[in-house]
C-alpha cells in the first residue's frame, strides 16, 4: 500500500470489480480509455486476475482511495511496463466529477512516481493523451511530463480526428 496525506493506493482487489465494472462502463469514460464496447463482469475479473504477475502481465492497476474515508475515487495504472528498458505508461482516473480539482490524482501520481523510481527501478514514464483533453495537458504538464511527441491526426472520436500528445517524465538522468 502506497500512502499519502489525503490518498492512498492499493492493488485492485476482487471486491472492486463491481465498482470499476461501473467506471469502466460509464460512457463519458470511453474516450480517454479508448473503449468501444461495454465490458462484462466476466473481462473485469479477467483483468484483476491477469494483473497479478507485473513482469508477465506488464500492468498494474492500483485503486485510489480517500485516507479519511476510505471511499474509492478512481485508478492509476502502470502499464506496458518494460523492465528491460526501464519505462511504462501511466494513465489516471478520478472517476466522479466532484472529486476532481481536489489534489486526488496529483497526489497519486506522485506516489506512483516514488515506486516506480525507488521500487520498481524504471527510469521513464509515459502518457498519451488526446489532443482536446485540455485538463489532462494541463495537469500533466503542472506534474513536470513534459512534450515529446505528436501523433496527427491518431486518433478517432465520434467521427472526429484528434491529434495524441505523448508526455515524458524522465524517473534518472542517464
Known sequence: MLVGAKVYLRAVEK?????????ENNPENWKVSNTEVPFSMFDIMA??????????????????????????LGVIDLYEVNFKHGYA????LIAMDADR?????????????HYT????????????IHGDNFASIAFFE???????????GWLRFKGNVIDEITYQLCLKEN
Open 117 to 128: 523510481r525507488d521500487y520498481l527501478e524504471l527510469r521513464n514514464l509515459q502518457c498519451s
Open 47 to 72: 483483468l484483476i486476475e491477469h494483473q497479478t504477475d507485473l513482469r508477465k502481465s506488464g500492468q498494474l492497476r492500483f485503486v485510489i482511495l480517500e485516507n479519511v474515508t476510505e471511499r474509492p
Open 142 to 152: 503542472r506534474m513536470n511530463f513534459h512534450k515529446v511527441g505528436i501523433r496527427k
Open 15 to 23: 471486491s472492486d470489480a463491481t465498482t470499476i465494472y461501473m467506471w
Open 89 to 92: 505508461s501511466v494513465g489516471i
Open 101 to 113: 480539482g481536489k489534489g486526488f490524482a496529483a497526489e497519486a501520481l506522485q506516489l506512483l512516481i
